[in-house]
């Protein structure tokens, strides 16, 4: 069902980065944004973040309705609340995420917010629409390549002070799930062995995080010998290209022969799923951070499985609560414990966004920042 235009009288318009064509390069355009209804919160945006995520979408890997804003990791500054807004007021620095949270329903009341089953005034209407009327959807809850966004309460966490904007977008989501996965969906205990493939801007955070919980060994993996040194500056231990024929007895040699005890898939790719059960140990445990587009299929041996004691699970956005876990995230950086300034690669305006989602593509970025 196609999600209709929110229906608030006031609106406000503004530039945003719109998708009127799947795999087109996105066109910057005036839209209008409705004023936040119940429970709702406009934030005046300083900065989002480049994600694969809003690239699959935009490249139509996904599907979804057009036309449609994309971005989702983001930060700014309350502008605005609508009536029943709690522990918020105007003038709020903000982290903005995707997740979307009642707060009451079974999957919130056991602390997997990520999963909650409630559907929001803003699933059915978007608060944005382009110079003709006509409605344009709100991609992953967001919309951030705009201005402002008005998203739902819940999306949003206040930062202290001291905790520079744009840097505080990557909080949103590639800090969030990477960092997540390790410390919430499997909570890696101290002295194991980890191996993360892909280094970007989420493979990155889950070595930070897998380094932070005390693994003995954390191998980075990628096919660019340039993200892998890269690697090594944020807490890997050792590195192995998956390009090479010699990949798993790489991996196999630096775990003992053994194998890892977690392997952290967090590149959307089906060959990366592949190499991870051929890297992991005996009752060791695959997650899937990464998300392949929609027809991408994985296979397995149940029986190989089943025999080793082996896991696979998935880790959407790092099981992660947004009140819960952007706030322990504040504080490491703030004890410097986890790094934020060096994932920022460039900072882009929003008239060069297209350029921005071209180096992500190159592999050449951690994170790219659109600044407003």
């Given at each position: 069902m196609r999600v209709e235009s929110?229906?608030?009288?006031?609106?406000?318009?503004?530039?945003?980065?719109?998708?009127?064509?799947?795999?087109?390069?996105?066109?910057?355009?005036?839209?209008?944004?409705?004023?936040?209804?119940?429970?709702?919160?406009?934030?005046?945006?300083a900065a989002c973040a480049i994600c694969h995520s809003d690239i699959m979408l935009a490249d139509g890997h996904w599907g979804g309705e057009l036309p449609a804003i994309y971005g989702h990791e983001a930060s700014g500054i309350v502008e605005s609340l609508g009536p029943g807004v709690h522990d918020l007021a105007v003038g709020d620095r903000v982290v903005v995420t995707l997740i979307r949270s009642c707060g009451h329903c079974h999957y919130c009341a056991h602390a997997i917010e990520t999963q909650c089953e409630a559907t929001f005034p803003l699933d059915?209407?978007?608060?944005?629409?382009?110079?003709?009327?006509?409605?344009?959807?709100?991609?992953?809850?967001?919309?951030?390549?705009?201005?402002?966004?008005?998203?739902?309460?819940?999306?949003?966490?206040?930062?202290?002070?001291?905790?520079?904007?744009?840097?505080?977008?990557?909080?949103?989501?590639?800090?969030?799930?990477?960092f997540g996965a390790v410390t919430n969906t499997v909570e890696v205990s101290p002295g194991s062995i980890v191996a993360v493939m892909g280094c970007g801007g989420v493979g990155i955070n889950s070595i930070q995080a897998a380094a932070y919980r005390g693994a003995s060994r954390v191998i980075a993996v990628d096919v660019l010998d340039e993200k892998l040194e890269q690697a090594l500056r944020f807490g890997a231990t050792h590195t192995v290209n998956s390009s090479l024929p010699t990949f798993v007895d790489d991996v196999l040699g630096l775990s003992d022969g053994r194998g890892a005890d977690y392997v952290f898939v967090t590149v959307g790719a089906k060959s990366a799923i592949k190499q991870s059960l051929e890297i992991l140990g005996r009752a060791g445990t695959t997650v899937i951070v990464g998300?392949?587009?929609?027809?991408?299929?994985?296979?397995?041996?149940?029986?190989?499985?089943?025999s080793k004691g082996q896991s696979i699970v998935g880790s959407k956005m790092g099981s992660s609560s947004v009140s819960r876990d952007i706030p322990k995230l504040v504080a490491l950086y703030q004890q410097g414990d986890l790094k934020l300034d060096e994932l920022v690669s460039q900072r882009f305006s929003l008239e060069n966004i297209n350029e921005a989602i071209a180096s992500v593509k190159r592999g050449e970025a951690l994170r790219n920042l659109v600044v407003f």
């Amino acid at each position: 069902m196609r999600v209709e235009s929110h229906s608030i009288a006031k609106e406000k318009t503004l530039k945003a980065a719109v998708c009127r064509t799947f795999g087109l390069p996105l066109i910057v355009e005036d839209i209008t944004i409705a004023d936040p209804g119940e429970g709702e919160v406009k934030v005046k945006l300083a900065a989002c973040a480049i994600c694969h995520s809003d690239i699959m979408l935009a490249d139509g890997h996904w599907g979804g309705e057009l036309p449609a804003i994309y971005g989702h990791e983001a930060s700014g500054i309350v502008e605005s609340l609508g009536p029943g807004v709690h522990d918020l007021a105007v003038g709020d620095r903000v982290v903005v995420t995707l997740i979307r949270s009642c707060g009451h329903c079974h999957y919130c009341a056991h602390a997997i917010e990520t999963q909650c089953e409630a559907t929001f005034p803003l699933d059915e209407h978007s608060p944005l629409s382009d110079h003709e009327g006509a409605v344009v959807a709100q991609g992953l809850n967001a919309g951030a390549f705009a201005e402002s966004v008005v998203v739902e309460q819940s999306q949003i966490c206040r930062i202290p002070d001291d905790i520079p904007l744009e840097v505080a977008s990557i909080l949103g989501c590639g800090v969030l799930t990477g960092f997540g996965a390790v410390t919430n969906t499997v909570e890696v205990s101290p002295g194991s062995i980890v191996a993360v493939m892909g280094c970007g801007g989420v493979g990155i955070n889950s070595i930070q995080a897998a380094a932070y919980r005390g693994a003995s060994r954390v191998i980075a993996v990628d096919v660019l010998d340039e993200k892998l040194e890269q690697a090594l500056r944020f807490g890997a231990t050792h590195t192995v290209n998956s390009s090479l024929p010699t990949f798993v007895d790489d991996v196999l040699g630096l775990s003992d022969g053994r194998g890892a005890d977690y392997v952290f898939v967090t590149v959307g790719a089906k060959s990366a799923i592949k190499q991870s059960l051929e890297i992991l140990g005996r009752a060791g445990t695959t997650v899937i951070v990464g998300m392949p587009a929609s027809e991408v299929l994985a296979e397995y041996d149940p029986g190989d499985l089943a025999s080793k004691g082996q896991s696979i699970v998935g880790s959407k956005m790092g099981s992660s609560s947004v009140s819960r876990d952007i706030p322990k995230l504040v504080a490491l950086y703030q004890q410097g414990d986890l790094k934020l300034d060096e994932l920022v690669s460039q900072r882009f305006s929003l008239e060069n966004i297209n350029e921005a989602i071209a180096s992500v593509k190159r592999g050449e970025a951690l994170r790219n920042l659109v600044v407003f």
